[in-house]
């Protein structure tokens, strides 16, 4: 045990590149995918173990999908590629004089070609303190404490019901009316009201309701204004209650307050902000206000060639206009990282990069959902049309053909017998606020804004 | 919302009998099936939404199965069946006189029967502060721990050989020989030496050792003598190094001591010993010396006619042998009550109980497992055939055809792409004693007994 089983590659065969890749998402992973048939030696960094296919992590929240049905081993997807090693490592900082990766072990991991690809979080606009009362949604973990709590409001629901008669009202409370707001509403609408109706005794699982509450004027801010009218009115008919313009002042544990009213809330999901991974601080490079870092059409921030910005991290203008943190150009960026070493090893100009936009989808619920198409023809999809195609294309995308399998024989079982195969509360089982609520008594919740 | 959709039933329908259950496992379960055409209210009662179906948990501590695949919500299993409510509550009290359970809300549930299934939890045999360094396999979240910690060491040992050239050995000690120990032991084999082979680049997963330290004479003792051999030569041929009669006398972070000597491991896991669920003692009945409480062949304790105990916590004698603590004789209780009662409410002489025994099984590995066939012929198997009737009999077992269609395709992928679909580190990427066992540097771990 113990032996060397292989050279380590950025140690052994240093006349080749070295690449360090940080981040295993969309554009981490096809910038490794790009490098394999190149001479150059990719250690892909990642703090987690797996790769997370997030536009489907909504639906493992909302008991649809377990987390190894959209989540595999970094090290698993690139398992035949010989020239990448995966570290599951943090990295702490980046000496670009230097070229060296500092990690967290103390172990500074030299680089002839750095990829930062680390992505976005959560931003609570300096409201750090409202997170443990609004978790958002961008990792397995996050994904599986959503569940919990909104499988747990039910359950306690039924509990207060049967021991006392009466229960704090089943207020759902979604912030921000972006894609994931919008999922995330329609999917608690979607399991409330279909998916749980024989399961209780005491409580009416379709009187749930779910508000969806946005400070701007319309949900999908980043869609055309036909297809944000289409997804409020698909939302709507869900039993979405959408409050657009409402900006979110204070938060509780069990209550929010938006438009000087205090709405009670079992479940505060939060999925109003984004901000850049702190790892683009790092290069010291110029950011936007969000913390991206600034890249040119060959995606290196100014002066820094051999540094590559992927991803939701990167702000690429294009055509005077920005080029969106989403899966699609994450996938193209990573992509082009392997033509521009190509272009370096072969002693050719670095080609510029052009982000080909084929459309972009946001799913509202079971058979709604929107569509901007501009590839191969241009057009504005919504209700079955646009569901369709979000499944089709989803499917296409995930990673492995053993998730695809199970994704689909996930929906098509979920979609027939209105059951979801996932509704586990694990860990924790108390809810924040919930006990508040209680004690404050029926009646004292008060109605939130009718819509 | 929070109208009373359905009377409570046992407030409402005072004139039928009220049934408490607690504990959705086998045993609660099929109680309450076995209810379902008799005029009686029941009310299903656990701290836990979901039924587990334990027989298949080793599987998802080795990442072959998600949690979804072997539990359902308890109210989604009983959901056609009216004549049910299912509460997610803790027990706290039992007053046999008063014939009332206490819950942990403070509310006491008044009943006509009681039937208390709560089954088994682990022992340490006095020495609780081992349970944080070697965790047991009874729950999901117990799975999920053990899955975490698992992957983790070969994460941990690749970053360390990275690194620093070297890493501590990837000893894997499971402590005790029944039928757990032995499966966990066998799957930790396979999984290291089957299904990550191509995964590392610089460590040799093959080469990880698994330990299984008995204190007995025999691996599964409570199999006949034959078959422990087999299932130690099976175990040996897979690789696990079998010590049996080797008690474990101390243990820290990083190591075990037995038979004198400190054998060093990166991920040590408990299936010793159980002990039956503390609700037993809230009975006043006598109990045995593991806690399970002492009943007649009708299943009641004595002089509780309306008190039935089922299952794991049951300590039933029948022809001079103790009737087994696994999922069968559980199953078979449960369906037992229903007979009970239905002769009850029909003015008729109790029927005795008898368990009817078909066998019992243990799997090894792949492809190796253990079976004593009582029915419908007598045999001993191993190898394969007794396998295939594992995986046989397990699928017919499952509660649910969704689940049934999502082992059999996991398995199905499994076996035939060397690759397990779960393999996702969540949660805190630390491992108990790993930065001791570095620190002490390269050849302090010593070696671990010879087998």
Same mark, same amino acid.
């Given at each position: ?17 070295? $690449?360090?890749? $940080? ?58 590629? /010989? ?31 750095? $990829? ?51 229960? /704090?009202?089943?207020?759902?409370? +979604? ?18 009201? &279909? ?8 409580? #009416? ?8 509450? #946005? ?24 039993? +979405? ?13 069990? %209550? ?16 109003? !902000? ?18 991206? $870092? ?10 820094? =060639?051999?540094?590559?910005?992927? !991803? #939701?991290?990167?702000? &690429? #203008? ?6 969106? !943190? ?17 272009? @370096? ?27 901007? +198409? ?36 996930? %929906? +098509? ?33 008060? @109605?939130? =804004?009718?819509?």
């Amino acid at each position: 045990m113990g032996e060397l089983t292989e050279p380590l590659p950025y140690q052994a065969q240093a006349s080749r590149p070295r $690449v360090v890749i $940080v981040g295993g998402g969309f554009a981490g992973l096809h910038a490794a995918k790009g490098l394999a048939k190149l001479p150059v030696d990719v250690t892909v960094v990642d703090r987690r173990n797996h790769h997370t296919f997030q536009p489907l992590l909504y639906q493992v929240a909302l008991a649809v999908l377990s987390p190894a049905d959209i989540a595999q081993p970094i090290r698993t997807i690139l398992r035949h590629q /010989p020239n990448v090693q995966v570290l599951m490592e943090e990295v702490e900082s980046i000496d670009v004089e230097e070229r060296r990766v500092g990690l967290a072990s103390g172990v500074r991991l030299p680089y002839d070609y750095l $990829v930062l690809a680390t992505g976005a979080t959560h931003s609570y606009f300096g409201r750090e303190d409202w997170a443990p009362l609004a978790p958002g949604l961008k990792s397995i973990e996050d994904a599986l404490e959503i569940r919990r709590r909104v499988l747990l409001a039910f359950e306690l629901a039924e509990r207060q019901m049967q021991e006392y008669g009466w229960h /704090p009202p089943l207020n759902f409370v +979604v912030i921000g009316g972006g894609p994931t707001g919008v999922e995330l509403a329609g999917a608690i609408s979607d399991i409330a009201k &279909l998916y749980m109706r024989h399961d209780f005794r005491h409580i #009416d699982p379709t009187k749930a309701r779910v508000l969806l509450l #946005d400070s701007g004027p319309r949900v999908l801010a980043a869609y055309p204004e036909d297809l944000s009218a289409k997804a409020e009115a698909e939302l709507t008919k869900l039993g +979405v209650e959408v409050h657009t313009g409402t900006h979110v002042t204070g938060m509780g544990p069990g %209550w929010v307050e938006a438009a000087g009213k205090r709405i009670y809330s079992v479940v505060t999901l939060w999925a109003a !902000g984004v901000q850049a991974s702190p790892l683009g601080r790092l290069l010291g490079a110029p950011l936007d206000r969000r913390g991206c $870092v600034l890249v040119d059409d060959r995606l290196n921030p100014p002066g820094l =060639p051999e540094i590559f910005v992927l !991803g #939701d991290l990167a702000h &690429l #203008d294009q055509d005077g206009r920005e080029v969106p !943190g989403v899966a699609q150009p994450a996938m193209q960026m990573g992509d082009h990282v392997g033509k521009v070493l190509a272009a @370096d090893l072969a002693g050719l100009p670095r080609p510029a990069f052009r982000y080909f936009d084929k459309g972009d989808m946001a799913t509202i619920g079971r058979m709604a959902a929107v569509a901007k +198409v501009e590839w191969p023809i241009k057009a504005h999809w919504s209700g079955l049309p646009a569901w369709v195609t979000w499944l089709t294309v989803h499917i296409f995308f995930l990673i492995g053909f053993r998730n695809r399998i199970s994704v689909v024989a996930a %929906w +098509v079982w979920s979609y027939f017998t209105f059951t979801r195969g996932a509704r586990l509360i694990t860990g924790d089982q108390r809810l924040p606020g919930w006990q508040d609520q209680v004690a404050a008594g029926p009646g004292a919740a008060g @109605d939130p =804004p009718q819509s």
